[in-house]
């Protein structure tokens, strides 16, 4: 039986836990590409640490910020230009690149960041947990695609290339998830909440009911996704 007071608050759960991330790989990004006082900055995430970012400009730079989730549907050029422009590493967005790297200053940075689903990497399950665990994740990732996903790095890379920019560099995060851990509850919640499509996807409810225990397990291991960042200088010739 789905707990509605649990899974009504799943979608803001999840948007959390992703802003959380997405802000610890934006900071690390900025750090590597050496944000400097008197710079201006566009941030289209709504997930970069504001006040870090603040102090890296100093009172001479400019912070601009959208605080949408997934700003980058919502701006409009400046032509002023910027030293750097965040935002989220998502590829219905891959189209929208020409206008980002259009608005860096030369030599200036886009950093790109997100997080995908991958198929699950199961390290350790209980028995006959591996197939149930590995079955309902690609069914939760089948009705919830990520537009990201066919998107390799080598793709974003050779896009980039030919916007202008140099020196990309593309990094890929892997984390393990723990049973009872905020990531196999994330999961669990949402199985929870679209029990339906998932029978009607072919599984039953007493693989998902296995599934439900597996996620609280605690000796359950595994990897749900992979984190994507990029940071690509625009040319400054």
Same mark, same amino acid.
């Given at each position: 039986?789905?707990?509605?007071?649990?899974?009504?608050?799943t979608?803001?759960?999840?948007?959390t836990?992703t802003?959380?991330?997405?802000?610890?790989l934006?900071? /690390?990004?900025?750090?590597?590409?050496?944000v400097?006082?008197g710079?201006?900055v566009?941030?289209?995430?709504?997930?970069?640490?504001?006040?870090?970012?603040?102090?890296?400009?100093? #009172?001479s730079?400019?912070?601009?910020?959208?605080?949408?989730?997934?700003?980058? &549907?919502?701006?409009? &050029?400046?032509?002023?230009?910027?030293?750097?422009?965040?935002?989220?590493?998502?590829?219905?967005?891959?189209?929208?690149?020409?206008?980002?790297?259009?608005?860096?200053?030369?030599?200036?940075?886009?950093?790109?960041?997100?997080?995908? #689903?991958?198929? #699950?990497?199961?390290y350790?399950?209980?028995?006959?947990?591996?197939?149930?665990?590995?079955?309902?994740?690609?069914?939760?990732?089948?009705?919830?695609?990520?537009?990201?996903?066919?998107?390799?790095?080598?793709?974003?890379?050779?896009?980039?290339?030919? +916007?202008g920019?140099?020196?990309?560099?593309?990094?890929?995060?892997?984390?393990?998830?723990?049973?009872?851990?905020?990531?196999?509850?994330r999961?669990?919640?949402?199985?929870?909440?679209v029990?339906?499509?998932?029978?009607?996807?072919? +599984?039953s409810?007493a693989? +998902?009911?296995?599934?439900?225990?597996?996620?609280? /397990?605690?000796s359950?291991?595994?990897?749900?996704?992979?984190?994507?960042?990029?940071?690509?200088q625009?040319? &400054?010739?």
């Amino acid at each position: 039986m789905t707990d509605n007071t649990d899974t009504l608050s799943t979608a803001q759960d999840w948007r959390t836990a992703t802003r959380k991330t997405l802000t610890r790989l934006l900071t /690390d990004q900025l750090d590597r590409v050496g944000v400097r006082p008197g710079q201006r900055v566009l941030d289209l995430t709504g997930a970069a640490d504001r006040e870090h970012l603040s102090r890296l400009v100093g #009172p001479s730079g400019h912070l601009f910020a959208i605080d949408d989730f997934h700003g980058a &549907a919502h701006w409009s &050029a400046d032509p002023d230009g910027y030293d750097v422009v965040l935002s989220d590493r998502q590829p219905d967005q891959l189209d929208a690149l020409a206008p980002l790297t259009a608005s860096l200053r030369p030599g200036g940075w886009l950093i790109l960041a997100g997080i995908l #689903p991958a198929p #699950p990497v199961i390290y350790a399950a209980g028995p006959g947990a591996t197939s149930v665990i590995d079955r309902v994740v690609r069914a939760i990732h089948a009705l919830t695609p990520s537009p990201a996903g066919p998107c390799s790095a080598e793709d974003t890379i050779g896009l980039l290339i030919r +916007l202008g920019v140099d020196h990309v560099c593309t990094s890929t995060l892997t984390e393990t998830s723990r049973g009872g851990g905020p990531g196999c509850t994330r999961y669990r919640h949402v199985a929870r909440r679209v029990r339906d499509q998932l029978t009607a996807a072919g +599984l039953s409810n007493a693989e +998902l009911d296995q599934f439900d225990e597996a996620f609280q /397990d605690p000796s359950v291991v595994l990897t749900l996704s992979r984190c994507v960042t990029v940071h690509a200088q625009m040319s &400054a010739a």
